[in-house]
């Protein structure tokens, strides 16, 4: 079993829906990262979470670190959103990352 | 302009000649890592690097080498690369592997 999991691991949209990506894991964290990688290879960090939730634009990241699990909500889909969802762990002790395989977004217009 | 900046981009070699593949940030941060992506493997860290000197395995190690002898250079060897390290590989830095990580363009690399 992978350390991280996330789901789903494709999703495909209208312009316009309220999108949620899920992601959980098993292992003690001190950080979790969600990722955006767009066709073309670039990847940009969209959070850091250690607790709570966080807010930019419309996209908006929970985590509820009893329930190891962590929430990517976009807000109002739009086609530029479509890209790789990324979710990644720091380990709690160490620095170590590890990764989620991904969920891939299509926003259709 | 803060940046990770990695070369080459592309490069296509032959199994056993050594290659190293360069990264280098301008924002002053300790904390540098290697990771190589696949298709259906996603993302996995190869070697990470709290500061200079100290560098540390991640989950895909085997065949690669590190050094971190300036705090803006993490280089990655391959002493000698085979078809399996045929891959996508980013660099990425930040104050630490539990803040905010900045990733260089990526370099792809095929061993054949």
């Given at each position: 079993k992978n350390e991280v999991e996330q789901s789903p691991q494709n999703l495909t949209a209208q312009e316009g829906e309220f999108i949620t990506i899920n992601c959980s894991y098993s292992v003690g964290i001190s950080a979790l990262h969600w990722l955006q990688q767009h066709p073309g290879g670039g990847i940009v960090s969209l959070f850091m979470l250690s607790s709570g939730k966080k807010k930019h634009g419309r996209l908006i990241a929970t985590i509820n670190i009893q329930e190891k699990h962590s929430s990517l909500h976009i807000t109002a889909?739009?086609?530029?959103?479509s890209a790789v969802y990324i979710c990644a762990v720091t380990l709690e002790y160490g620095n170590k990352l590890v990764f989620g395989a991904g969920t891939i977004l299509r926003v259709k217009s | 302009e803060a940046q990770v900046t990695q070369n080459p981009r592309y490069l296509i070699t032959v199994t056993g000649k050594k290659l190293t593949v360069t990264c280098s940030q301008n924002?002053?941060?300790e904390y540098m890592s290697w990771y190589r992506q696949d298709p259906g493997l996603g993302l996995r860290q190869i070697y990470y690097s709290m500061n200079v000197e100290v560098t540390d395995k991640g989950d895909v190690p085997e065949g690669y080498k590190v050094s971190r002898k300036e705090k803006r250079n993490f280089p990655l060897i391959l002493e000698s690369p085979s078809p399996n390290q045929t891959s996508l590989y980013f660099c990425a830095s930040s104050w630490g592997g539990y803040n905010e990580q900045f990733f260089g363009p990526g370099t792809r690399l095929t061993v054949l």
């Open positions: 889909s739009h086609p530029r959103d | 924002m002053n941060h």
